[in-house]
């Protein structure tokens, strides 16, 4: 197809009418509820992990090593390796950067069956899995720089497919559509999933009273398009240079949620005070928002503010390796920062009803620790009143 779009588009028109059509197939979608996913994911996560496996041994086979990635990346990259404190910080980045990628995905927890059944994912599946796919990215990237060395590293995927397309011959193309059709459905659950219900589900949680997930989703799916996401992908900053700046701002918000729950609140709130949207609730704090939250999440992310605008955009912000070094933390220190700050500001300006619970069972969600708390408070409160009776 010729190409009508100017360089500075950052895409040409068949990629943009591709992404049309996949935006288009994505909207029926969205009007599906989050629970009903399930099987489909499961099922493209097969046909995805099928696909991957033997593309890596395809590669491996054609290369017969692990490529010129492992056995000489001098020699790709040009100049010196990293050694010593240079290397344990670019591993420290990479680490902080696959933490942010997936941060956001714990919002499914919510849809566990029992309390509990998410830990296992979350501890053992995710590492695995994302483990597991790297190697086969950066195995077979290097592999097909040993067979195909004219190509730019073929770190994206697409790139690789179309490499193959253009260099095996039309043998290869019946493999190369079976093969990028099984990443379209992988791609297709990961975009309606992490990036149209989560978006839906937070656009419903601020907008309650106008938006429901289904709307939010729909919104997010315009939004989509008006931020000219193909920009982010194929310009100078590099899609994992954004993609790690949300450690910067979600390691605070995760790390003053957990100390609110665990440290300051002990596990217990009162569950009919989170549906009173007036004073009377003890989570209503000032016109229905908690001032210490805004303010400890700022006080948590500033100091990685430099490292990560300098990394985002390295031609016109430049700042020390201090700052730089920072960034690269600012997970666990954004984390860290935001349950400190959280826990300072409620211990000088105590909120109302920590470690409370509900009077009654109101939803059926107390345990035997629960009943005998309330049982030994209504037996305390009878006390009283004896005491009130016989000195009237």
Aim: charged share 15%.
């Amino acid at each position: 197809m010729k190409n009508s779009f100017s360089p500075a588009t950052a895409m040409q028109t068949n990629e943009f009418v591709a992404f049309i059509i996949f935006w288009v197939i994505s909207l029926p979608f969205f009007y599906l509820r989050p629970e009903s996913y399930r099987i489909p994911a499961i099922t493209s996560s097969v046909i995805v992990s099928v696909t991957a496996i033997a593309l890596f041994i395809w590669a491996l086979v054609k290369q017969g090593n692990g490529g010129p990635l492992f056995s000489n990346p001098e020699a790709v990259y040009g100049g010196g390796g990293l050694h010593g404190v240079q290397l344990a910080w670019v591993m420290v980045r990479c680490i902080n950067s696959g933490i942010g990628g997936w941060a956001g995905g714990v919002n499914f927890s919510r849809y566990a069956v029992h309390p509990g059944d998410q830990v296992y994912g979350q501890i053992l599946v995710i590492p695995l899995c994302l483990l597991g796919s790297n190697i086969l990215g950066i195995v077979t990237t290097s592999c097909a720089r040993g067979f195909y060395p004219n190509e730019p590293l073929l770190w994206k995927l697409y790139d690789l497919l179309e490499a193959i397309q253009m260099n095996e011959g039309p043998a290869a193309r019946a493999a190369v559509f079976f093969a990028a059709f099984s990443f379209l459905l992988s791609q297709l659950c990961v975009n309606i999933v992490a990036c149209g219900v989560v978006g839906g589900m937070d656009l419903a949680a601020l907008f309650p009273r106008y938006l429901n997930i289904r709307r939010g989703t729909f919104i997010v799916a315009i939004i989509g398009i008006c931020i000219n996401p193909w920009k982010i992908l194929n310009t100078a900053n590099s899609f994992i240079s954004a993609i790690s700046g949300y450690a910067v701002f979600l390691g605070p918000l995760t790390g003053i949620m957990l100390a609110d729950y665990h440290l300051l609140r002990r596990r217990r709130i009162k569950l009919s005070h989170l549906f009173l949207a007036d004073s009377g609730s003890d989570y209503w704090f000032w016109h229905g928002l908690n001032w210490r939250a805004p303010l400890a999440w700022l006080l948590a992310v500033w100091p990685s503010l430099p490292g990560f605008c300098a990394s985002v955009t390295p031609a016109t912000v430049l700042v020390n390796d201090t700052w730089i070094h920072v960034y690269y933390l600012s997970w666990p220190l954004s984390f860290c920062l935001g349950a400190s700050a959280w826990m300072a500001l409620n211990t000088i300006w105590p909120p109302r009803g920590v470690g409370e619970i509900d009077e009654v069972d109101v939803y059926g969600t107390f345990g035997p620790a629960d009943e005998e708390k309330v049982k030994g408070d209504q037996e305390g409160e009878k006390d009283d009143l004896s005491v009130d009776a016989e000195m009237a």
